[in-house]
């Protein structure tokens, strides 16, 4: 394919050549804000207990129901709060602080894991509880996912964010490669006497707790620099002004649909019990092992892209990433060997976690920032339909044609949607260098092509 002219076409803002920043050619540059440092701590933190919850609920529930389908519905239930909320939860990003956003939010997600604490002690098998709890889960996501997103740029120089968007990508690779492991061995442990009931899925869920409750704390003592907000009062017309946004934007739009159809369609994520149990017959510190596999891919990759940064190529290297990722899960679908399975889900991760990077720096760069909580809400939306609307989308078609073919038929589909995407999105294929000016100016130029109010 030939890069793009300097000359504009049919309305487009060409992308410029990235100018370097000084803080840009340095591999920790995003660790000389403290703020950064601390709300990476505090992601670590609690991104390791809330993977080692979802070991533990994925785990209780199918081994309490042995259904592909019951056990999909754990996303359906994170994932129907964001469409409920997604435009109230971005406005309020834009208009109130997001610190005070995300310290609410989490402290919801606190009492509804203190509650599934509870009824594990108390021995209640009745599903439905954990998917009242689970919905609840949801909406504090709903509104701090678009203001944790939002805030981001704020907490870090302003020519270090791709910088600190690697780096939080490591992070959270850490704590996923952690979580997963840590939820496994904690799940198996054996107390004995009277801390017997404490065996399984409590002492995860306890140890989730005290990692939510040491983020509320690291969140409360950060400092974010000041940003425009947004001003107006809530009305259709300025939730809606994000989507409106999105919509117009074809950068951004192309990169957040690509995400999105690729993971909803290739995610097995969902389905590791069944993997883990039935045909790789590992248990559930196999199942720990196998959810920790994709994070490791990822970890390589962010320490990668830390040291030798994108400097051009960025939306076809996007694309391929997406089509490794899909040729990667029809490999692991069809893997009956657990060692194949886990570089199956190395490639994954490491695949996945590279458009992740490319797809967080286009919309954190490329929004305006009184309205990035809003775009935020928005990919977030995306990011549901994606991961726990994927889960439930894994169940149902592994309750029609088996674990095996539903993994292998969405791995397909999604080297099938990087295909279409290049031909439906010629802006994505031909985005060069992450510049924060020339992708502001890229999406700004579609989004003002028409009008948005």
């Known amino acids: 394919m030939k890069q793009m002219s300097s000359t504009s076409q049919a309305g487009e803002t060409p992308l410029r050549k990235r100018t370097p920043l000084d803080s840009e050619g340095q591999d920790g540059a995003a660790f000389s804000s403290r703020n950064f440092r601390r709300y990476q701590m505090a992601r670590l933190v609690v991104i390791l207990g809330a993977e080692a919850q979802s070991v533990a609920v ?80 949801g909406g504090g996501r709903a509104f701090s996912g678009p203001a944790s997103s939002a805030i981001q740029p704020q907490l870090v120089p302003k020519g270090a964010f791709v910088n600190a968007m690697t780096w939080g990508s490591a992070v959270f690779q850490i704590a996923n490669i952690s979580g997963p492991a840590l939820g496994g061995i904690l799940f198996t442990i054996a107390l004995p006497g009277a801390a017997a009931q404490w ?31 947004e001003k107006k009062g809530f009305s259709i017309q300025t939730m809606m002004d994000g989507a ?69 190529h960025a939306g076809k290297l996007m694309l391929t990433a997406v089509a490794i990722f899909g040729v990667a899960t029809v490999v692991f679908g069809l893997s009956k060997s657990l060692p194949l399975s886990l570089v199956a889900l190395f490639f994954i991760g490491a695949s996945d976690n590279i458009s992740v990077i490319i797809r967080q720096t286009i919309l954190q760069l490329g929004t305006p920032p009184e309205m990035r909580g809003r775009v935020s809400a928005i990919n977030w939306l995306f990011l549901g339909a994606s991961n726990e609307f994927g889960e439930f989308e894994s169940g149902l078609t592994a309750r029609w044609f088996g674990a095996v073919r539903a993994v292998v038929f969405g791995g397909i589909g999604s080297v099938m949607v990087t295909g279409l995407w290049s031909i439906f999105f ?5 985005v060069n260098t992450l510049d924060a000016e020339a992708l502001l100016a890229a999406n700004s130029a579609y989004a003002n092509s028409e009008p948005i109010d």
């Open 58 to 137: 994925a785990w209780q529930i199918y081994q309490l129901t042995h259904s592909a389908l019951l056990l999909g519905c754990t996303g359906l239930a994170l994932f129907l709060p964001g469409i409920l909320f997604v435009l109230p939860a971005g406005h309020a990003a834009d208009r109130y602080d997001r610190k005070t956003i995300i310290i609410i939010c989490y402290v919801i997600q606190a009492v509804c894991t203190a509650l599934l604490l509870w009824l594990s002690l108390h021995g209640v098998t009745n599903v439905l509880w954990v998917y009242a709890i689970l919905f609840c889960i």
């Open 426 to 430: 010629p802006r994505l294929r031909n």
């Open 244 to 312: 409106r946004y999105v919509r117009h934007a074809k950068l951004l739009l192309g990169s957040i649909s690509l995400d999105m159809f690729a993971v909803l369609l290739g995610g097995a994520v969902s389905l590791m019990p069944i993997f883990a149990q039935d045909i790789l017959h590992a248990g559930p510190r196999g199942l720990g092992i196998l959810r920790a596999a994709p994070a490791i891919g990822a970890l390589c990759t962010s320490i990668t892209l830390a040291r030798r940064p994108i400097k051009g």
């Open 199 to 229: 065996n399984g899925a409590p002492i995860v869920y306890l140890v989730t707790l005290i990692s939510m409750l040491g983020f509320i704390a690291l969140i409360s003592t950060l400092r974010p620099r000041k940003e425009v907000t």
